[in-house]
């Protein structure tokens, strides 16, 4: 079964540094997405990805936040200057068409210090 | 974007057959019914998804009325596996992205 695939699985970063969450999309998949996940909560979409653009994003999805397929495979998130209240799980997801099936990858644990 | 409401919690037995029931009064008629299901520190995983009338695939039905202002995911015979997070999404399919907002969901407990 095509899977979407995240690397690293878990990130410590101090407060104020920047990271960066990669994602591997299924190959054939055309939208990509973030969301992320903070402990007990629910999941929070942050921005969706289509034709090499942001197509929605969420008002979590601020200037600290940031994305990009650098090449024909990646897409990843970029969070400059980290706050503590970016400690969350972090989900990439991929769909082949809008809002059809979206095969989530096992996400980023980030763990601000 | 129309608003879903679960209950916050099931229990059930093994064996069961389980029934969760989600409310969008406000669904567009663009709008397409989709269940995802999580398990502690995994993504959501897709489950099903229905525009009107009765779906069936090999581990769920998804049954939504005429009006389509409700839907109900029904699980044939659970198992302990399948206590999880239940999460119903409305969205539409036709705009240019896919802000799709999770609930809250219904945990589910399956007992033995």
């Known amino acids: 079964e095509p899977e979407v695939t995240q690397t690293p699985s878990h990130q410590v970063t101090q407060m104020g540094q920047e990271v960066i969450l990669r994602c591997v999309p299924i190959?054939?998949?055309?939208?990509f997405y973030w969301y992320r996940q903070i402990l007990g909560q629910k999941v929070e979409f942050l921005v969706s990805f289509y034709n090499n653009e942001i197509s929605e994003k969420s008002e979590i999805f601020d200037d600290q936040f940031s994305v990009e397929r650098p090449d024909g495979s990646n897409f990843t998130l970029k969070i400059r200057s980290t706050k503590l209240e970016d400690s969350a799980m972090y989900f990439c997801?991929?769909?082949?068409?809008?809002?059809?099936?979206?095969?989530f990858g096992q996400g980023t644990r980030l763990t601000v210090v | 974007l129309a608003k879903t409401t679960q209950p916050i919690s099931m229990d059930s037995y093994e064996g069961q057959e389980v029934n969760i029931t989600c409310s969008h009064n406000?669904?567009?008629?663009?709008?397409?019914i989709t269940w995802y299901q999580q398990f502690p520190s995994q993504g959501p995983r897709f489950i099903i998804q229905g525009y009107k009338t009765k779906v069936t695939n090999e581990v769920a039905s998804l049954f939504i009325p005429a009006d389509r202002k409700s839907s109900t995911l029904s699980l044939p015979r659970v198992s302990l596996s399948d206590t999880a997070v239940y999460y119903c999404l409305v969205g539409d399919r036709g705009t240019g992205g896919f802000k799709t907002i999770f609930g809250a969901g219904t945990r589910l407990f399956v007992k033995a």
């Open positions: 997801a991929s769909s082949e068409l809008n809002f059809t099936e979206a095969f």
């Open positions: 190959s054939n998949h055309l939208y």
């Open positions: 406000n669904i567009a008629t663009n709008d397409y």
